[in-house]
C-alpha cells in the first residue's frame, strides 16, 4: 500500500465562497451572528460577523464548526444525541452538543466545516447549510496513510532496536492528530505523551520541534507559550513534494539528540517511499501568490531551497545566517537594505543565525519592483526603510 495519498482541503478562496454564501442568508433573514469556517481538524479559516451578534457567539460558532470537521456530521446530531438521554457524549473530546455546525464535503469527502451561533439553533444551522450549498474550492495536498505512518514507526523502530534503546515513537497526520504509536515494552510511560506532542508540534508548525527548544535555550523563553507546541527536540515534519503530509516525534532514547537523529531517519524512509527523489515542478499561479503575500511566509520547502512570499510593513532587525543565502526579487513596494558591516551587540536566536538592532557601517540597496538583491550566506543584512505593504519573493539557499 502506498505511504502517502492524495486528498483535498477547503482553501482560502474556497472558505471565502463559503462564508459569503452564509453571510448572505444571515443578512436577508435579519440575522446576528457570527459564522466560522474550519479546515478539516477544526481549525479556524474565516470568521464573519454580522452586526450586533452578542459577543459570545464567536468562540461557540467555532466550536460549532470543530465539532462537525472531527466528527464529520451535523453537531445536530451530538445534541441529538444529548437531548435523547445519552448524555455521555458531553464528554466527547472536542466537540459540542449545540446545533448549527456542517460538514463540507467535496467528492465524498469533508474537507473542512461551518459554524453558525447568535440566533435559534434552527436558525443558526439554517445559515450554515446556506454556506455549506455554497460552490467553494479546494485544493489537493499529500496525506500520510495508516501504512505510511506504520513505515515511518517502523524503521525508526528497527533502528531503535538495534541500539537497544526503547522509545516511543508517534505518528501524526498533518493536522497533528495521531496515525500510529510504536511503544516498546520497555518504554517509560510518560514518553507516549511526550512522543505525540513533539510529532503534533512538527506537524502544525510545519517545522522540527527542535527549532522551539534551541529558540527556549538562546533568548526566547517565549516559545513556551505555542498554543499546541513543545520545545522539545525529537519532533520532525514528514514532507512529500515540499508540503508537510505528517510528521513524527520520539521520546525515551538514550538523549534528546538521539530522539531527535531517529525521528529523521524515521521521516527520511517515509519520503523516500513516496519518491520525493523525483524531482517535479511547482507551478503558483498569480492569483494564489497575491494572496500568499497578503499574509506573507514561507509556501515552498523542499529541504536544498525554501520559497518565502516576504511582506514587511516596517523596518527590521539586522539577520544574519551562517549557513544561508537570500535571493530576493521585489514584487511590488519600495525598500532600504544595508547589507555588511559589522553586528552591534548580537544575539543567537538558532544555530548560525544572529540577530541585532544595528550594524556599524554596511552598504545601503534602494530597492524598486523587479529588482533582485543576492545576499550571501554569513553577510548582515537589514530593512532599514520599507513602504507598507512591501512584497517580495525570497529564495532561501542552504549552504
Known sequence: MPATRTRKILDVKGADSVIAAAEQAALRDGRRV?????DPWGRLLQLRRTENTQAASDRVAIDKARTAAIFVRPSRDIEAQVSGGRLGALALHGAVALTGGIPLVADGEVVGAIGTSGETPDQDEAI??????????????????????????????AVASARQVWPVVAVVDAGGELLHLWRPDRAQVASVQVATDKARTAAIFRRPSKDFEEQAAHGRPSALHLAGGVPLQGGI?????????????????????????????????????????????THVPASELAELFSAGGLFLDVGAYK????????????????????????????ATVRTGGQLVAPRTVAPGELRAASTDGGTDHDLAPGDVLVVPAGVPHQFTAVSDPFHYLVVKVEG
Open 128 to 157: 450554515s447549510i446556506a454556506g455549506a450549498q455554497a460552490s467553494f474550492s479546494t485544493r489537493q495536498v499529500p496525506a500520510l496513510t495508516r501504512d505510511g505512518a506504520r513505515l515511518a514507526a517502523e524503521a525508526t523502530a
Open 34 to 38: 457570527v459564522i466560522a469556517v474550519v
Open 237 to 281: 515534519p514528514i514532507a512529500v513534494d515540499g508540503q508537510v503530509a505528517g510528521a513524527i516525534g520520539v521520546s525515551g532514547a538514550s538523549s534528546a539528540d538521539e530522539d531527535n537523529e531517529l525521528a529523521v531517519l524515521g521521516a527520511a524512509a517515509v519520503e523516500a517511499a513516496a519518491g520525493n527523489g523525483t524531482a517535479t515542478a
Open 307 to 334: 520559497l518565502d512570499a516576504g511582506r514587511r510593513a516596517a523596518p527590521g532587525e539586522v539577520e544574519y545566517h551562517e549557513q544561508t543565502a537570500d535571493i530576493m526579487h521585489v514584487v511590488a513596494g519600495t
